[in-house]
Structure formats: structure tokens, C-alpha cells
């Protein structure tokens, strides 16, 4: 993920990586390695990672350059 996104430049870069570490406090709970606080913790990385990948996606526009071509003006 935190590779794909780099595409979009270095906001969605961070929310890859925290994307990353939201899905690596799954995998300790589902290892068994529980501690106070790792749910709520997921969440919020979750959160902040879907929020720095759609702010940086949306101020970017398309990087595939689907975006509307723009009429000529002569």
C-alpha cells in the first residue's frame, strides 16, 4: 500500500505507512500479542490513513490523467 500510494507524492506516501501500521496492530491482535488500547489505536491509525490517502488522491485529481479534457479556447 504505503508503495502504490508514493505515486501521489508524499501525503499518501504517510498514509500508506500509517495504513501499514493500522493493518500490522491487526495482525498482533490476530498473533495473540493483545495489549490496552490496540483497537482503539487500529481505529484511529485506520482513520488517519484512509483521511492523508483521500485528501492527497482528491488535491492531486487524477494521476492516470482521466481526468475531463478542457475545451480549447481560440
Known sequence: ?????????PK???GGL???ASDSLIGLG????DFPGRSTLCMATYIAALALLVTS???Q?????NA???????
Do not use: D, K, N, Q
Open 68 to 74: 475531463p479534457a478542457r475545451e480549447a479556447t481560440a
Open 30 to 33: 490476530s498473533a495473540g500479542l
Open 18 to 20: 500509517v495504513f501499514v
Open 57 to 59: 488522491f482528491t488535491t
Open 1 to 9: 500500500m504505503a508503495l502504490t500510494a508514493r505515486v501521489l507524492g
Open 12 to 14: 499518501a506516501l504517510w
Open 61 to 65: 485529481g487524477s494521476p492516470h490523467g
